[in-house]
């Protein structure tokens, strides 16, 4: 590390322990509750997607979903004058598997002399290693949330790179806590691999039909998947115009080649993997999204304030080391989250579908 880069160095970490009172953050130190409200406030300001879902700082590991959202109707009626008794219920409490389990992810990193050395001439010295961090750490969560499913105590990057063994995900959680709301297999694969056939312009024959054998496709186009998706959802919330399809980037592909090869060429690879990229169709009347990390050959149709992340309050713990052995900067961070579904019954998972007809 260059001496001007050794300064700047010194006073970022001299920096970042003032702001936590404490003497030393090369030291393992439990981040300050502003600090880390504020450092929560970045990192969902980092992603477009991420400032339209949830996230939220709860006081316990464990305990009951915040229930942020509204999932059943209000409106009633009680025979007071035969002598019943009104009673209010809650309408944002989740009877289906309400519970949520904070658990501690760690946001580990290293950064080499020669880059912090390429950056000594920045004014922003310091805003540009945070940002970096936050943003990297936003880009991590949107990747759980969609492919998470399970938790281990030693992940593998190398065998699970969409970090699928960090936490359990949204759409796990509906896969295991909602499965009556998920479609993974159409009428024509009946004993094979499991598939949803969709094709445009082509005859869809009903699975009881005399002439079974000659459908070519589950369903005539992405439109009609989504219609009929909607019945899964409650049906107090099947036309609420909040809803969104996300769409798998496979599923319209060909269709919007040239709308993503533009948002591809209006920004860099980061960028995109924070945005939020809106198709010129609505499939089923809803305003329908590609967004990063969402599995290629699914759809899911829910509002974006349905999904949560809670972090645990005062559970960010860090440590900024200086490593010459290895010519780096290491940085060791965690805090314990949770990846939450608040309402299922505002929610329809589809997965496995295959754009075109049936193999013959």
């Known amino acids: 590390m260059r001496n001007e880069t050794r300064l700047l160095f010194t006073a970022y970490v001299s920096q970042i322990a003032m702001l936590s ?37 709860v006081p316990n590991q464990t305990g009951e979903k915040v229930g942020v959202t509204v999932t059943r109707p209000l409106a009633s009626r ?19 598997d309400g519970g949520y389990t904070c658990k501690q992810t760690n946001f580990d990193h290293a950064i080499k002399y020669a880059k912090l050395d390429a950056w000594r001439h920045r004014p922003e010295f310091q805003t540009l290693l945070r940002d970096v961090i ?13 492919n998470g499913t399970s938790a281990a105590a030693a992940t593998n990057v190398g065998n699970n790179p969409l970090l699928q063994d960090v936490n359990e995900g949204w759409l796990h959680k509906i896969r295991t806590h909602a499965e009556e709301r998920v479609v993974a297999d159409g009428a024509l694969t009946a004993g094979g691999t499991q598939a949803i056939y969709v094709a445009s312009g082509v005859e869809v024959v009903d699975a009881d039909a005399t002439n079974v054998g000659t459908a070519q496709a589950d369903f005539a186009n992405l439109d ?29 592909k060909d ?46 149709i829910t509002s974006l304030d349905n999904l949560s992340i809670y972090w645990q309050e005062e559970t960010r713990r860090r440590q900024i080391k200086d490593e010459p052995a290895l010519d780096q900067i290491e940085n060791y961070e965690s ?26």
């Open 21 to 57: 009172g404490v003497a030393d953050a090369t030291v393992k130190f439990s981040v300050a509750p502003a600090v880390e409200q504020k450092l929560e406030e970045k990192i969902q300001e980092s992603s477009e997607f991420l400032s339209q879902i949830n996230v939220v700082g």
């Open 78 to 96: 009680t025979n007071t004058a035969g002598g019943q008794r009104r009673t209010p219920a809650d309408p944002t409490d989740t009877t289906d």
């Open 134 to 146: 936050l943003k990297q750490q936003g880009r991590d969560r949107i990747m759980i949330g969609f």
């Open 224 to 252: 009609a998947l989504a219609f009929d998706a909607l019945d899964l959802l409650d049906p107090w919330h099947r036309s609420d115009t909040d809803l969104v399809v996300i769409v798998g980037w496979k599923l319209v």
């Open 255 to 300: 269709k919007y080649s040239n709308l993503l090869q533009a948002a591809g060429d209006t920004a860099t690879e980061h960028e995109a993997a924070h945005r939020i990229l809106t198709l010129p169709k609505q499939l089923a009347g809803k305003r329908a999204v590609i967004v990063p990390f969402f599995p290629e050959d699914a759809m899911l």
């Open 335 to 360: 805090v314990n989250e949770a990846y939450v579904v608040e309402d299922y019954g505002r929610c329809a998972l589809i997965e496995n579908v295959v754009m075109g007809k049936k193999p013959v």
